[in-house]
């Protein structure tokens, strides 16, 4: 959870949502992610990484190859849609 939340203060049915620099969307919390073909994607880990980089092998989740990406000349990081669970 994000700095000074607890399960308490954040609420059912909301996601906490950190941004890596030169990473993927850490998500926790009850949450759908949407993909960019509008595919909704499931989970039930506590914590979910999405891609941002757009080279994942494993889209919308992270496989760690924005490591391998020249920062300079890689593709520009994009930032999914996601939904709350319901």
């Given at each position: 959870m994000g700095r000074g939340m607890s399960?308490?203060?954040?609420?059912?049915?909301?996601a906490?949502?950190?941004?890596c620099p030169d990473g993927p969307l850490l998500i926790r919390g009850d949450h759908?992610?949407?993909a960019a073909d509008g595919s909704?994607?499931?989970?039930?880990r506590p914590v979910s990484a999405?891609?941002?980089c757009?080279?994942?092998?494993?889209?919308?989740?992270?496989?760690?190859?924005?490591r391998l990406l020249d920062r300079?000349?890689?593709?520009?990081?994009?930032?999914?849609?996601?939904k709350e669970a319901p």
């Open positions: 399960a308490s203060t954040r609420g059912p049915g909301r906490d949502v950190v941004v759908v992610v949407q909704l994607h499931e989970t039930t999405v891609c941002r757009g080279t994942s092998s494993i889209a919308p989740w992270c496989d760690g190859s924005h300079a000349t890689g593709p520009a990081p994009t930032t999914p849609t996601s």
